[in-house]
């Protein structure tokens, strides 16, 4: 990675720092900054991080410009059309596309574990009713750690071998079990006769006393969500896992943070405030105004599921995601679903206005993601737990490689700081 060829030449207060450049696979050169406090005595400020490479990885690659995703080089389009979601998992953990033998293998080991551990039921029952499923989520996956004590010792490449598969396995369990709890209908037990996908939706939809056929439209664009939302380089959520991980907290608890900051609307959040967006504009007339106030600079209202810190050209999930909110909608109808119709009317203004184009805004994975869980008839608040389900096999890979890199040191950023200058106490009876 390092390159000695190349330097940077810092120039501060009469004195020269040379900074070494290493060259990427793909993307942007970066200028190694580890040695500048103790050679300048200065920090470098990006709040936000919007230029700041805060690891190195080989997992996933984006080319914001391009709207491109690469997962350990692989086009994200491609694999949407050529490849299944365990595939994928299978190829973010372990880097390249599996055999046969290594794929049956694989889906059987995490088959094999798609139940949960009977005792955390009593966990669900802590909850109101009416609790959003992404609270329950946060808090039963982070209980793990109490469940699976012998997958927790991070030094043990076997221990992080078994988590991960637990983790992969039974995100879609507890996702099920919390939509199941909201609604009052009893668990449902995973079927190690269904796919992924289908599993996940007959835990969701299906009773004791009407068992759910899974319609195969329906479970391809689920186990396409989960492929499209699998990793995306360094987002909010994967940092935090990272951040968390560097402490050397056991995985579940570090998954459970990453849980949490996915939550956002400004994150994951935004699959479901972009339905709740869509709901609140309700009528195809009344988009008009709302896209009037997504450009007035004096209000903080956003168009939900547009833009991307990353991608200033196109979203290539979202050109995928399309494809398959098309052929849910063409399966479930729209006629009689206003939201669903607002929706395709706001992308169609919200793609011909200059506003839009110039600040290079257009829908992304979410916009899509949202209308077709929508179509399913998954409510909105189960929309972020579904995203969670499906970056969990990309907090778990980055985790991964984070734990076995030999040069892991704790995250600790300092800051710039502007608070008040030092000062003495001042007794209460002189304030
Ligand atoms: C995800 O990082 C990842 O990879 C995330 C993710 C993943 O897979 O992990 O891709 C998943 O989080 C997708 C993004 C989902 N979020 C939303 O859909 C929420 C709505 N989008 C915005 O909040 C916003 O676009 C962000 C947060 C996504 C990106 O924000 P940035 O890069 O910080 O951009 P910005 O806020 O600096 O905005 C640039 C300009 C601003 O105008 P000016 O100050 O330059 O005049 O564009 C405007 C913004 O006001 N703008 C919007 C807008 N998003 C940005 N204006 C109206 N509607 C929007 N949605």
């Given at each position: 990675?390092a390159?000695?060829?190349?330097?940077?030449?810092?120039?501060l207060?009469g004195?020269?720092?040379?900074?070494?450049?290493?060259?990427?696979?793909?993307?942007?050169?970066?200028?190694?900054?580890r040695?500048l406090?103790g050679?300048?005595?200065?920090?470098t400020y990006?709040?936000g991080f919007?230029?700041t490479?805060?690891?190195?990885?080989?997992?996933?690659f984006?080319?914001g410009e391009?709207?491109?995703?690469l997962?350990?080089?692989?086009?994200?389009?491609?694999?949407a059309?050529k490849s299944?979601?365990?595939?994928?998992c299978y190829?973010?953990?372990?880097?390249?596309?599996p055999s046969a033998?290594q794929?049956?293998?694989?889906?059987?080991?995490?088959?094999?574990?798609?139940?949960?551990?009977?005792q955390m039921?009593?966990l669900f029952r802590?909850?109101?009713?009416?609790?959003?499923?992404m609270?329950?989520m946060?808090?039963?996956v982070?209980?793990?750690?109490a469940?699976?004590h012998?997958s927790?010792?991070?030094t043990?490449?076997?221990?992080r071998?078994?988590?991960?598969?637990?983790?992969?396995?039974k995100?879609?369990?507890?996702?099920?079990m919390?939509y199941?709890?909201t609604?009052?209908?009893p668990?449902?037990y995973?079927r190690?006769d269904?796919?992924?996908?289908s599993n996940?939706?007959?835990?969701?939809?299906?009773?004791p006393?009407?068992?759910?056929?899974?319609?195969?439209i329906?479970?391809?664009?689920?186990?396409?969500?989960?492929?499209?939302h699998?990793?995306?380089e360094?987002n909010?959520?994967t940092?935090?896992v990272?951040?968390?991980?560097s402490?050397g907290?056991?995985?579940f608890?570090?998954?459970?943070?990453?849980?949490?900051?996915?939550?956002?609307?400004?994150h994951?959040?935004?699959?479901?405030?972009?339905?709740e967006?869509?709901?609140e504009?309700g009528?195809v007339?009344?988009?008009?105004?709302y896209?009037a106030?997504?450009k007035?600079k004096?209000?903080?209202?956003?168009?939900?599921g547009?833009?991307?810190?990353?991608?200033?050209?196109?979203?290539?999930?979202?050109t995928?995601?399309?494809?398959?909110?098309?052929e849910?909608?063409?399966?479930m109808?729209?006629d009689?679903?206003p939201t669903l119709q607002?929706?395709?009317?706001l992308?169609?203004?919200?793609?011909?206005?200059?506003?839009?184009?110039?600040?290079?805004?257009?829908?992304?994975?979410d916009?899509?993601?949202?209308i077709?869980?929508?179509?399913?008839?998954f409510?909105?608040?189960?929309f972020t737990?579904?995203?969670?389900?499906s970056?969990t096999?990309?907090w778990?890979s980055?985790w991964k490689?984070?734990?076995?890199?030999?040069?892991?040191?704790?995250?600790?950023?300092?800051?710039?700081y502007?608070?008040?200058?030092?000062?003495?106490y001042?007794?209460?009876e002189?304030?």
């Amino acid at each position: 990675m390092a390159d000695d060829k190349k330097s940077a030449t810092l120039s501060l207060n009469g004195k020269e720092h040379e900074l070494p450049i290493f060259s990427p696979t793909l993307g942007p050169d970066v200028i190694d900054i580890r040695k500048l406090y103790g050679q300048a005595g200065v920090f470098t400020y990006d709040p936000g991080f919007t230029s700041t490479a805060s690891c190195d990885s080989t997992i996933t690659f984006i080319d914001g410009e391009k709207g491109e995703l690469l997962h350990r080089g692989y086009p994200i389009d491609q694999l949407a059309s050529k490849s299944h979601y365990l595939e994928v998992c299978y190829l973010l953990l372990y880097g390249e596309l599996p055999s046969a033998a290594q794929l049956e293998d694989f889906e059987s080991r995490v088959t094999n574990h798609t139940m949960l551990h009977e005792q955390m039921h009593f966990l669900f029952r802590g909850f109101r009713r009416d609790a959003p499923p992404m609270a329950i989520m946060v808090g039963v996956v982070g209980a793990l750690s109490a469940f699976y004590h012998d997958s927790t010792d991070i030094t043990d490449p076997w221990q992080r071998e078994v988590a991960s598969v637990r983790m992969i396995a039974k995100m879609p369990t507890i996702a099920a079990m919390a939509y199941k709890y909201t609604i009052g209908q009893p668990f449902m037990y995973p079927r190690n006769d269904l796919d992924y996908a289908s599993n996940f939706l007959r835990m969701c939809f299906a009773v004791p006393s009407d068992d759910y056929e899974v319609n195969p439209i329906l479970s391809r664009a689920m186990d396409r969500i989960f492929t499209l939302h699998a990793d995306h380089e360094q987002n909010a959520s994967t940092s935090t896992v990272r951040l968390a991980s560097s402490s050397g907290a056991n995985p579940f608890a570090c998954i459970a943070a990453g849980i949490a900051c996915l939550w956002g609307p400004a994150h994951g959040g935004a699959n479901q405030a972009c339905l709740e967006m869509l709901r609140e504009i309700g009528t195809v007339e009344r988009i008009p105004e709302y896209i009037a106030r997504a450009k007035d600079k004096n209000d903080p209202f956003r168009l939900m599921g547009f833009g991307h810190r990353v991608y200033k050209n196109f979203d290539p999930r979202a050109t995928v995601m399309k494809q398959s909110a098309d052929e849910v909608l063409d399966l479930m109808g729209i006629d009689d679903n206003p939201t669903l119709q607002v929706a395709k009317e706001l992308e169609k203004q919200a793609l011909a206005d200059p506003y839009f184009a110039e600040k290079k805004l257009f829908p992304n994975v979410d916009f899509y993601s949202g209308i077709i869980l929508e179509a399913m008839g998954f409510p909105t608040s189960m929309f972020t737990a579904i995203f969670a389900v499906s970056r969990t096999v990309g907090w778990i890979s980055q985790w991964k490689e984070m734990i076995a890199d030999p040069q892991l040191k704790i995250g600790r950023p300092r800051q710039l700081y502007v608070g008040a200058p030092k000062r003495d106490y001042v007794d209460i009876e002189n304030r």
